[in-house]
Each structure stands twice: as structure tokens, then as C-alpha cells.
């Protein structure tokens, strides 16, 4: 309690997260009915958050869209998460040119922009869930590559290493069992922060017609959907989805920088 900045954060994304697990339960109506003798209404005590252009709820499709929402952005990091630890353990436990080696190509990936690399993917593989996820977890590994590279480094080269090597035990088994969980909490960590802007590119490449298409509910998806009916004033679809996008963003972000800080703190 003492850390308020790191509970307060934490009770954020852990509400969100259980909204996306229970959304598609506890929605008041069914997402996709469409009403247009309802259409663009404002709050009201039938629609809490008033309805789209084409009558269709958009508290529900808030709380089901949040499922997609956040399911795209959990693939992302747990793609980056495995083959970046895997990298940076194979990096900082054969060292030497390898190592350089493997730095080198991070260093190019770094350069490549993540919405680009998505974009394309989907044009050629074509829209949906999977090509930008797939696209923007290869993008994402080299962050956690880096990361959890330093602290591989500094495992490889501590006393109980050296020890199990001369009690025989394999390369890959002192990997696995050791170095791996060793590395585990800034792992988790970097995937907390990553999660965040993970989940804004996802909403992104929606937002540009190449991710989830209508009429599936997903947050970028009801802001793409919300720009025609700014014009005519009805800002609660856009505005809804934006501010979850952000709250979000924003949660999981300072959730990991404060879980990343105290990972390092503890090295």
C-alpha cells in the first residue's frame, strides 16, 4: 500500500482484463442488432451509453469488442515473449560472435516501423485477426530480445552456472530449468508494459479497415465506425472506444514500467 502508483494501475488493468474475460456475458444486448428507430440516440436509461447509426448498443459492443481487443495484443506479447527470450538466452549463453551477431540484426529490426510491417502483412495475407498479430509479434521481439539479453548476460556468467557445468548437467537443461526462470520476472515485466502498445497498433491497423472487420466488435474497429456520425455531433461510439483504448494504454503502461523497475531492483 505503500506503492499507490502500482495498485492503482494494477486495479486498472486487472478490471479491464476480467471485462474482456466476462464482456460478452454480462452485455445488456446482443452486439450486432441493429435498431434504426434508435439510431445515434444519446445516453439513456435503455442505453447507458447511447446507441451507433445503426441503432446497435454500444455499451455492448464495448464489452464484447474488449474481448478482440484484448485477445490481439495477449498473442502479440506471448509471440515476442517466447522467441525473444529464446534469442536472448541462445545470444547471452554462446557470446562472442554470436552474440554480435545477433545484436546486429536486433539493431535492424529496431528501425522497422511496427503499423507498417502489419499493414503489409495484411494486404498480402488479407485482413483479420491473425496477420497483424503475427506480424507485429515478430516486430515486437527484438524490445524484449534486448531486454532480457542483459539480464541472460548477467545469469550466464554467476557462480551456480559454472558449478552445474562441472556437475554435467547440459547447456539446454541449465537454459531451461535455470537461466529461463531466472529471467522470468522481467519477461513479465517487459510483457506488461509491451501489452499496452501492443493493444494500440492492434486497434490501429482495425481502425485502418486491415484488422478485424465489421460488424465484429473491437474497439479500433467502433472508432473507425464512429468518425461519420462526428459530424452529425454523436461522439459516444468513437468516444467510448477511444477512451478504453486509452485508459488501457495508459494502465498497462505504467503497470509495467513499475513492475519493470522493480524487476531491475531486484538484480
Known sequence: MREPTLIASAVVAGGLTLLAVIGPWIAPYDPDATDVLAASQGPSGQHLLGTDSLGRDILSRALVGARLSFAG???????????GTALAIFSAWHGGWIDRMVNRSLNVMFSVPGILVAMLA???FGAGFWAPVLALGV????YMARVVRSIAV?????????SLQLAG???WRICL????PN???IVVAQGTYGFGTALADFAAVSFLGLGIQPPQAEWGVMVSEGRNELLDGALQQSLTAGTLIVVTVVAFNVL???LSSRAGGRR
Open 169 to 171: 548437467m547440459s547447456s
Open 183 to 185: 529471467v522470468m520476472p
Open 177 to 180: 530449468r535455470h537461466i529461463g
Open 154 to 162: 548477467r545469469e550466464r556468467h554467476r557462480g551456480y552456472v559454472e
Open 256 to 258: 509495467g514500467a513499475q
Open 73 to 83: 495484443p495477449a498473442m502479440i506479447v506471448l509471440i515476442s515473449a517466447v522467441l
Open 122 to 124: 495484411s494486404a498480402v
Open 139 to 142: 516486430v515486437y521481439t527484438p
